[in-house]
């Protein structure tokens, strides 16, 4: 567990933040200039606080009234920036030996470096660096891994390229990781906890579901990126369709492509304005996905939009419709209504472990 407080002026600009991070990925998400990299450059001791205290478990990196400061190699953290940043004259062998020798092999095989050793950075895709620099943060047997935005400089192939990797380091590895994001799906897909900065504070943090879906959250993440990430397992495939069945607490939803093995568990992210209210079950439409849900929280934004907190079984889900549509439908707290999800408003890019 990591356990950060932190206070420090920039500037005109103040960081104030206080959570913790459990094991697994801490995604923290928030918009340019919300103060993600000054909290991670924080915890990696590049930057120091005017006050507050971080702890690795019973390891203090910094503790301002105990006159802490580990220095940034005793902190024994790995950092992977958003350029991997390598030494273009070394091959990828040397590259990853200038990070440290720690457990080489299963690092190696962990991200599929064996291939790539004798190569020049010069010569490896954007996605084989990032790789090529996850690897050499994990060379110092790191105790805490700190990503800042790894995969925005990459398109949308090269991500996917390399998201497994980042997932099969989260369920591998038994280090936190912090994941400074603005991308939400690349956020549904990893996090198992997020933290929403917004103007140098922590305005949201808990685990990601709860989060992403949370009706309060709309104003922060906006309307594009609020929404739900259901729990789901694999429960059937429509081939000659092309579809995959999913089940969760709530039901069953269809959703194009065909991914994961029959019975294996899924993370879905429902995008809120990919939601659609009705009081009654909708007959002879062509949406293949409706729901019963209770509403559970109605917040109504500056804007014309009113966000729905629904609860489908055990889990949350989330809609944006206008004010207007909820004042002609007379949604109230408690009501039984239907959700209509669209399934090709969920797309691969919303599909995670
Ligand atoms: N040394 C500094 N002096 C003055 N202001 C600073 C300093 N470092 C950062 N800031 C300001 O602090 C704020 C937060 O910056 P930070 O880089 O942490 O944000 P961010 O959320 O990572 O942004 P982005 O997503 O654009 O990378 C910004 O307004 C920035 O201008």
């Known amino acids: 567990m990591l356990e950060i407080t932190v206070q420090k002026r920039l500037g005109d600009f103040t960081l104030d933040v206080e959570f913790a991070a459990p094991a697994g990925v801490t995604a923290v998400f928030g918009r340019s200039g919300s103060g993600k990299t000054s909290l991670i450059n924080a915890v990696a001791g590049l930057l120091r606080p005017?006050?507050?205290?971080?702890a690795l478990g019973d390891t203090v990196l910094f503790d301002r009234a105990a006159r802490v400061n580990l220095p940034v190699p005793r902190r024994r953290v790995g950092y992977v920036f958003q350029d991997a940043r390598l030494f273009p004259h070394m091959s990828v062998q040397r590259n990853l030996r200038y990070g440290g020798s720690h457990d080489a092999d299963r690092v190696i095989d962990m991200l599929g470096l064996a291939p790539l050793l004798q190569r020049k950075p010069g010569g490896l895709s954007g996605g084989e660096r990032q790789r090529v620099a996850l690897g050499r943060a994990l060379m110092c047997d790191p105790q805490l891994l700190l990503m800042d935005e790894p995969?925005?400089?990459?398109?949308?192939?090269?991500?996917?390229?390399?998201?497994?990797y980042i997932v099969r380091l989260r369920d591998e590895l038994q280090v936190p990781i912090l994941y400074v994001s603005h991308d939400v799906s690349e956020v549904a897909r990893l996090a198992t906890t997020v933290?929403?900065?917004?103007?140098?504070?922590?305005?949201?943090s808990g685990p990601v579901g709860d989060v992403l879906s949370s009706p309060e959250a709309v104003p922060l993440l906006g309307v594009r990126d609020a929404g739900a990430v259901l729990s789901?397992?694999?429960?059937g495939r429509l081939l000659d369709d092309g579809l995959t069945e999913l089940a969760f607490s709530g039901g069953r939803i269809i959703m194009p492509g065909q991914f994961g093995l029959l019975g294996q568990r899924v993370r879905v992210r429902v995008p809120a304005q990919d939601v659609i209210i009705a009081r009654e079950k909708p007959q002879g439409m062509s949406a293949l996905n409706v729901l019963s849900v209770t509403i559970t929280a109605l917040e109504q934004g500056r804007g014309?939009?009113?966000?729905?907190?629904?609860?489908?079984?055990?889990?949350?889900?989330l809609a944006r419709i206008t004010r207007r549509s909820a004042n002609r439908l007379g949604l109230?707290?408690?009501q039984q209504v239907y959700a209509i999800i669209k399934a090709t408003a969920i797309g691969p890019e919303d599909v995670g472990r």
């Open 50 to 54: 005017d006050a507050g205290r971080i």
């Open 151 to 164: 995969l925005a400089a990459l398109d949308a192939p090269r991500k996917a390229e390399i998201l497994p």
């Open 195 to 204: 933290v929403i900065l917004d103007q140098g504070r922590d305005v949201a």
């Open 232 to 235: 789901a397992k694999v429960a």
């Open 304 to 317: 014309p939009g009113v966000a729905v907190g629904l609860l489908a079984g055990r889990d949350p889900l």
């Open 332 to 334: 109230q707290v408690g």
